[in-house]
């Protein structure tokens, strides 16, 4: 699509567009000043016909009428022009309707009753689907705006083929030239054409066999056919068997074969891209026996608790075994899914050697990148450049990548440093590829502390590399200009260069905007190469429709780049993402293209790697626990799960389709026995086809619907299926799932990608304004079934949760090199809130229908994943036992009370076999996933602290929302900052997410020095019992330790509101203390005997 370098802004509903340039000033024009003729009905375009005229309706005042809507008026309205009120003719390459008049003078009986068999290929489907609006024309169209050609070349038949025929043989073709079959359909009293894919719904007649010839001869092929496949075979295997032995007698040059010098590669080509490395059995079979030692030590622990109460504290015991059963079900949740963990290894040069062979056009699969950004404020449009310009640089051919940059936010500020990075990149881009740098993202790849002269010989790299960093300096400056610029906003509102209003000024009322800065015809680096397709998308938002924020933005990108470029595959990134291994999208297409095990993978998830952080990483934002150790677990069973960004996408999962299913080889039979022996076979089969009955009804229906889009009105006797309105049944249906684009429509029939060949820059330019207006979605299953699913604020977990329930696997990608990097919030606050936030979008699912614990049964989901997903949704859950379990320790120092009973010793030694199990476990698994011990403690640490605080929240304003429509938001207040490399670790902000995590440390450490002050009191009989309630104690305050650290900030002074909770707190546990003071009696002030000896 050539745009010539302008905006592009505009609204389908209220059919306008401007053209916004960069010498003239913006004008609005309409789709009649575009395109030429519209519809005076619906507003579309009329297209034009084979003769290069626009199609005309009526003959006899030509109303502009478009072909739809002269369909729709023949088969459902009057059948007159709304203007003259004439009676429609039936005109070619239409079906008729009951009161047509017969013409003899129109040849068009395969546009009348039937459509050509050369439907059968994806790319004519597609491209027809496109003639009933847009300028193409290669041939008649139907009904249902699918365009046929007009005859089929009988030159694409090969000479070799055998030919087809109808229970009888030409006398002029040699008999193992035959493949007599039977006609499809017998006409039952009715005129039926052969339908161009078969009908699995019927039965065919057995095919009668002259014996007197080759079974083969009856099949798909012939004798001849199978001769040349059999020496075909036999012909590669022979030259992957020969091993030329350089300097044994000379070689075998002498033999009648000279060695071909490709044979290595060609072997080496056909091996698999890549292959699993499960976990060696001496780490994972202890691992696994450890795991049923503690599930048979938890069954004898529970046991032990349930049978022992404690009398004189029975609601403390009550409460904490609740809690600890609820413990050890989340526990089975978690451990589970991790029982047969794997890694993977890629082979990229055999992905060279396979698509990329030399001298041929690379035949890797296209991507389209997505970056999403809202606000540039809060998202620096400085970290948005860098990851644009690290996608720019990727190593991948130029032609192969789109990046589309999604701005929600609509802010001019975006817009302006997309188009000074497209820019920088026509320089940086070349300078990447020449000297293979990495990482591509100038930020981070000018601030490494490293030697950037090592292995570099070239004297030329010293000198372009300094030229280069006083160009990224300007370009910071530039940006930085424009950042400050922006802090102020006029009254009157941002204007373009040439004057024009910028139409994003309203952040909630303005028209979609596309803009292609490259990738057009002229545009190219500094040293004349192309460029990756660079495309600013900002969807159309408008008062009173919802917009679904990130999924809604994400649904908008898969229409946009469908209709501009339409790659298979499909890369999503958030701004602050940029790609640190430039051969990311290989290392992905190695599982993707696969031919053997590529079919069903529906993503590739690569794990999150962060900079900036704190050496420590105090509140485990790197969650390397998760990233190396679950997510390896899920890759063994059916996937990890998707966490929102750095994943590749098979574009056509996206699309609800369901993962192709492995076929299995025919079932055993019983012809060897006679038939009274295989009565129980029969009726077996007969009882699981009773069983089944409805299941295979259902997937009959579907492939119907799916496979034979343009046959429908071929098909007898299928009930529910008028069959005037049949040709456009299909049609209707792909409408009301992908929405009322047909360019959009085609695109999704191409599984290979590539957009039809025919429409014009006039046609995509509308269609892309289309798709991305605020009433595309209306009335469509977006958001349902197809794309980013709503309901949720975390759409990743739904997203992915219905990929698998479709039957689709997924694939961990672990690059030696990180394949992406971003940035995390290393502030205790932020931390918590971003917790709290993926904490409310489970929170959210589990409330919703799309719940894992009753969604999807009958569906390709596996068990063990689904326990993945279970857990993934219920764990805000867990918040109320651990906030509960970790008060009781300081409610049993005050009280005196325990929730045990005299420790026996057994239950001394079930205790300490509990203890054990747990630490083997964690252990073995930090062994296996290659996780150390001082990160497996942050992240338990911060288990505690993120439970009782975001997700105690997250569960509360999950109801509120959910269930009473409120919508309750927690707002962070900065006080103060540091300046320093982590001064945002200990910039402060309160929030009311502090309190309950800061409350329970306060009163467990007033329950220690209760405790402790006892126990000094009564003597030494009281501290046999004071250590197991000062265990208890510490181990929640050695869990809370990293978040009363976080309040001290620098530990130069305690904030001030800290002290005043401290003191208020303090003042009031010490006082419930004196109010249940053992000292005291009910019965009135008894004093004790002192536990010293005076005397």
Not at 290 to 302: E, M, P, S, T
Not at 451 to 471: G, S, W
Not at 494 to 506: A, K, S
Not at 798 to 820: D, E, Q
């Amino acid at each position: 699509m050539d745009t010539k370098g302008r905006l592009v802004a505009g609204s389908h509903n209220r059919n306008e567009f401007v053209l916004i340039n960069a010498d003239d000033i913006g004008r609005v024009t309409s789709v009649k000043e575009l395109s030429g003729q519209i519809c005076q009905i619906c507003g579309d375009e009329i297209e034009i016909t084979g003769d290069g005229e626009p199609f005309v309706a009526c003959n006899e005042c030509a109303f502009p009428v478009c072909r739809p809507c002269y369909e729709y008026e023949r088969r459902e309205g009057n059948q007159a022009c709304p203007q003259c009120k004439t009676r429609y003719k039936r005109l070619k390459g239409s079906p008729r309707v009951e009161g047509d008049e017969e013409e003899d003078d129109i040849d068009d009986i395969e546009n009348e009753l039937d459509y050509a068999s050369s439907w059968r290929n994806p790319q004519h489907i597609a491209e027809a689907m496109l003639s009933a609006r847009l300028n193409i024309s290669h041939g008649t169209s139907n009904a249902s705006g699918l365009t046929t050609p007009a005859e089929l070349e009988s030159s694409a038949l090969a000479l070799d083929t055998p030919l087809l025929t109808y229970r009888q043989e030409d006398a002029d073709v040699s008999p193992d030239k035959h493949a007599l079959i039977i006609p499809p359909f017998t006409t039952r009293g009715k005129k039926v054409h052969p339908m161009p894919f078969p009908d699995p719904t019927m039965s065919l007649p057995p095919r009668p066999m002259d014996p007197k010839k080759d079974l083969a001869v009856y099949g798909y092929g012939s004798v001849a056919w199978k001769y040349r496949m059999e020496e075909w075979k036999k012909r590669q295997n022979d030259k992957l068997q020969m091993v030329n032995h350089e300097g044994a007698n000379g070689g075998n040059c002498d033999g009648g074969e000279s060695y071909d010098p490709d044979l290595p590669m060609m072997d080496e080509g056909r091996q698999p891209l890549s292959r699993k490395l499960p976990i060696s059995s001496s780490k994972i079979n202890p691992y696994r026996i450890i795991i049923i030692l503690r599930l048979a030590i938890l069954g004898l622990f529970f046991h032990y608790r349930i049978l022992h109460p404690v009398n004189d504290a029975f609601a403390l015991w009550l409460i904490s075994v609740i809690c600890e059963i609820w413990f050890a079900m989340s526990w089975i949740l978690d451990q589970f899914p991790k029982w047969h963990p794997i890694e993977r290894e890629t082979y990229l040069d055999r992905l060279s050697l396979r698509y990329e062979k030399e001298g041929q056009p690379s035949e890797l699969a296209s991507v389209d990148i997505f970056v999403s950004t809202v606000d540039p404020m809060k998202e620096p449009p400085l970290i948005t450049a860098n990851t644009v310009l690290s996608i720019l640089a990727v190593d991948y051919p130029v032609d192969k990548v789109s990046c589309y940059v999604s701005d929600d936010g609509a802010a001019m500020l975006t817009f302006e440093a997309l188009s000074d990075t497209s820019e920088f990149a026509r320089k940086w881009v070349p300078f990447c590829k020449k000297f293979s740098i990495e990482p591509r993202a100038p930020e981070w790849y000018f601030s490494q502390k490293v030697d950037y002269l090592r292995d570099k010989v070239n004297p030329a790299f010293v000198r372009e590399r300094r030229a280069m960093k006083r160009e990224y300096e300007e370009f910071k400056v530039r940006i930085n200009g424009l950042v400050a610029m922006a802090e102020k906003v006029p009254e009157e509102g941002w204007t373009m260069q040439d004057g024009t209003p910028w139409p994003g000024n309203n952040v909630r009322d303005h028209p979609g905007m596309i803009q292609v800065f490259l990738g057009q015809n002229g545009v190219r680096d500094v040293e004349g190469n192309e460029l990756p397709r660079l495309v600013y998308v900002s969807r159309e938002k408008r008062p009173g429709f919802e917009h679904h924020k990130k999924a809604g933005a994400m649904n908008a990108l898969i229409r946009v780049s469908a209709v501009l470029s339409n790659a298979p595959y499909l890369l999503n990134v958030d701004c602050d993402h940029y790609i640190n291994n430039s051969k990311a999208l290989r290392e992905a297409m190695c599982f993707m293209m696969d031919p053997i095990s590529g079919k069903k993978i529906c993503y590739v998830q690569f794990p999150q790697r962060f900079d900036g952080i704190d050496r420590h990483d105090r509140y485990s934002n790197r969650n390397v626990v998760f990233f190396d150790i679950n997510m390896k677990g899920l890759d063994g069973i059916q996937g990890p799960i998707y966490v929102g960004t750095g994943c590749v996408f098979r574009r056509q999962a996206l699309y609800a389709r369901d993962a192709p299913k492995k076929k299995k080889p025919p079932g055993k039979t019983c012809n060897c026995w006679p038939k009274c022996c295989c009565f129980c076979c029969r009726s077996r089969k007969k009882s699981k086809k009773s069983r089944l009955k409805d299941s295979e009804k259902k997937t009959k229906n579907k492939e119907l619907s799916m496979k034979q889009i343009h046959a429908l009105e071929n098909i007898e006797g299928i009930d529910g299926i008028d069959k005037e309105k049949s040709p456009l049944t299909p049609q209707i249906k792909f409408e009301k799932k992908f929405g009322q684009s047909p360019v959009f429509i085609a695109s999704t029939l191409l599984e290979e990608g590539g957009i039809p060949h025919g429409p014009s820059s006039t046609s995509l330019l509308k269609e892309a304004i289309h798709v991305i207006s605020c009433g595309y979605e209306n009335k469509t299953e977006w958001g349902k079934e197809v794309g980013w699913i709503y309901g949720s604020v975390t759409e990743d977990i739904l997203t992915g949760f219905k990929m698998h329930c479709h039957g689709w696997r997924s694939v961990y990608c672990i690059p030696k090199r990180p394949a992406f990097k971003g940035s995390a919030p290393i502030n205790l606050s932020d931390r918590l809130h971003q917790v709290l936030r993926w904490a409310l979008g489970s929170v959210e699912i589990f409330l919703s229908r799309h719940c894992p614990i009753w969604y999807g049964y009958n569906s390709g989901l596996k068990p063990l994943e689904r326990f993945s997903y279970i857990n993934s949704v219920v764990y805000p859950l867990t918040s109320i036992p651990l906030l509960i379990y970790c008060t009781l320790p300081a409610v049993c120092l005050l009280t005196g009370k325990f929730i045990v009973p005299e420790i026996s010793s057994y239950a001394s030694i079930l205790f300490i076999a509990l203890f054990i199990s747990i630490a083997a476990t964690s252990i073995l698994e930090m062994q296996w996933g290659h996780v150390a011990i001082d990160d497996w403690w942050r992240n338990e640490q911060f288990w505690v602290i993120g439970g009782v605080s975001s997700h105690l929240f997250a569960l509360f304003q999950g109801l509120l929302k959910v269930l009473a429509g409120i919508n309750t938001n927690f707002t962070v207040t900065s006080k103060a900052a540091d300046d320093g490399k982590f001064s945002e670790l200990y910039l402060f902000k309160w929030t009311s997410l502090l309190i309950p995590p800061l409350t329970l440390f306060i009163i467990n450490v007033i329950g220690v020095i209760v405790g402790i002050s006892d126990a000094i009191n009564n003597g030494y009989e009281t501290w046999g019992p004071l250590f197991g309630r000062l265990f208890f104690a510490l181990w929640v305050i050695m869990h809370l330790y990293p978040f009363f650290k976080g309040l001290m900030g620098k530990q130069e002074g305690l904030p001030t509101i800290i002290v005043v909770w401290s003191i208020l707190l303090a003042s009031i546990f010490s006082l419930l203390w004196v109010r249940i003071n053992p000292f005291t009696s009910k019965g009135g002030i008894v004093l004790e005997v002192c536990g010293l000896n005076c005397d």
